[in-house]
């Protein structure tokens, strides 16, 4: 018995090891993935889980290979690359600053959804097109001026008489409120963007706290609602 304890350490101490030497050889040659959190074996033989601050990637076990995809089980055809995604990178839905946000309630308000928008981003805009076919739901806009000149535009819908519409005649007709000096909230805004690892616009965040950066079309926000109220 006390063999077979010894046998078990070694293994257990050969797989750590091989994490960590997986790990370190990314972060000493690859540098521009940015700071690594984890490496954890997959159940695939040689191949490793990556986790950076904002991505999930997988590679081999002399780290020369790095893969940028979603690893299936093809026995239940689960995503697992969206399952662990989901883990790693969700966010409490019911801690986002919502008072910092725009609120708009469409139809029955049922379903929820935050997003960070920035006025100069052309996918945010395109997103703000693709919401008018969406129904039965509850926007929570953080505006998030990360492109130049943004922080004035943004400062304008804020001190709008009303807001939303200043925000819907900027994003779908281009047309910019007047610039406007009453605290708009953009550097709370900004360190909360932050703290959520928000890396660009748009980034959508669903009630059941799973994070889609970039831009969807309208079918594809339907089937994103509907998987986040079912969960």
Request: net charge positive.
């Amino acid at each position: 018995m006390f063999k077979s304890l010894l046998l078990l350490l070694a293994t257990l101490s050969c797989a750590y090891a091989g994490e960590a030497e997986v790990k370190d050889t990314l972060q000493k040659n690859h540098p521009q993935l940015g700071k690594i959190e984890q490496v954890n074996k997959t159940p695939i033989s040689g191949l490793y889980e990556v986790v950076t601050q904002s991505q999930l990637f997988y590679t081999d076990d002399k780290a020369q290979y790095l893969i940028d995809g979603s690893l299936y089980e093809l026995k239940s055809m689960r995503n697992l690359t969206d399952e662990r995604s989901r883990q790693m990178f969700s966010v409490n839905f019911n801690s986002l600053p919502l008072d910092l946000a725009l609120k708009r309630v469409k139809g029955n308000g049922s379903r929820k959804l935050a997003y960070f928008t920035d006025p100069n981003c052309g996918f945010c805009k395109k997103l703000e097109r693709e919401l008018q076919k969406v129904n039965n739901v509850t926007l929570y806009l953080f505006l998030y001026p990360v492109f130049p000149g943004s922080d004035e535009k943004v400062q304008g819908v804020w001190c709008s008489k009303d807001k939303l519409k200043a925000w819907d005649e900027m994003m779908l007709n281009n047309v910019t409120p007047p610039s406007g000096n009453c605290g708009a909230p953009i550097a709370k805004v900004l360190e909360w963007g932050k703290k959520l690892k928000v890396n660009g616009t748009p980034t959508l965040i669903m009630s059941d706290g799973t994070v889609l950066p970039g831009f969807l079309p309208a079918t594809e926000l339907e089937k994103a609602l509907a998987d986040a109220a079912s969960r």
